[in-house]
């Protein structure tokens, strides 16, 4: 594993422990509860992210050389059977695979390039590299609950999202992490309003699946009003997103896709770091 990979795996790692370690995140696996999940726990991610040691550096490798896309997918399915087997059998990273794999690809290639690694920079490297096929690709392994729920909606899958340059990635969730900081947000705090902002926007497939367009609108408009009462920065903010959590919870939405771009944004910001 070259130099470039190791920083990514190490980046990729790191954002993916941070991301589930935030709480409160509404619906979602924290280390204080299971959320609205009821098949994992804070132990089953962190069995999965085990898992996956090697594989972002790997593709960042394959990245690097400009490997076809099926080569990066076949790589991607391998890490999903590797999942799938340490959680036995429960979809906890599906999305990251995805995701982080496709940015850790366009990592290896910029750095091998000279060319930055900004988010920016990745998506525009994964749109040129892989953009046509990620846009005529469907699914090789059976159809996961996300996929199912965008073809019945008519919504933006995580595939679309890459496909088009990860806007609610580089538009929504990095800017709103950065703007955070810059008002003096630790980076939990930060990835909080990040999280908030994704969720106020995305088509989460997730909710679709759990909750239809009415659980979807729901988590949107209660996002909105979160945001609109100064986020993060609203003197009982952490009570209001405890609320809505408990909401999340018993309505059995859980806002997966949101929190899969969250930790795409950890892992850009990471990458930014070093």
């Known amino acids: 594993m070259h130099d470039v990979a190791v920083v990514v795996e190490d980046a990729a790692r790191r954002a993916l422990l ?56 076949a790589l991607g399915l391998q890490a999903e059977q590797s999942m799938l ?14 995701s982080l794999g496709l940015l850790a690809a366009g990592a290896g290639w910029n750095r091998a390039h000279d060319l930055p690694v900004e988010g920016a920079f990745l998506v525009q490297t994964v749109v040129r590299l892989w953009g046509s096929d990620l846009a005529a690709s469907r699914p090789a392994l059976p159809a996961s609950h996300g996929s199912r ?20 990635l580089i ?24 999280l908030f902002a994704v969720m106020a926007v995305l088509e989460d497939t997730n909710l679709l699946h759990r909750g239809g ?11 909105r009003d979160f945001l609109e009462e100064g986020g993060v920065f609203h003197p009982r903010w952490r009570d209001q997103a405890v609320a809505l959590h408990r909401d999340c919870i018993s ?22 770091d070093r």
């Open 251 to 272: 309505r059995n939405l859980s806002p997966g896709g949101s929190a899969d771009v969250l930790a795409a944004a950890l892992f850009l910001r990471e990458l930014e």
């Open 18 to 73: 941070a991301e589930i370690a935030l709480y409160p995140k509404p619906g979602l696996v924290s280390p204080v509860d299971s959320g609205a999940h009821r098949d994992m726990d804070l132990s089953t991610f962190h069995r999965s992210i085990q898992s996956l040691q090697g594989y972002f550096g790997t593709i960042a490798d394959e990245g690097e050389r400009g490997v076809p896309f099926h080569q990066l997918r």
């Open 85 to 98: 087997r340490a959680t036995g059998g429960i979809n906890t990273h599906r999305g990251a695979i995805f």
């Open 149 to 168: 729920a965008a073809a019945r909606y008519g919504a933006r899958g995580a595939r679309s999202e890459a496909a088009e340059g990860f806007p609610t």
């Open 213 to 223: 367009m009415d659980g979807l609108v729901h988590v949107q408009q209660a996002a």
């Open 171 to 194: 538009e929504v969730a990095l800017p709103a992490f950065r703007e955070a900081e810059a008002r003096g947000a630790d980076q939990d705090t930060a990835g909080i309003q990040s």
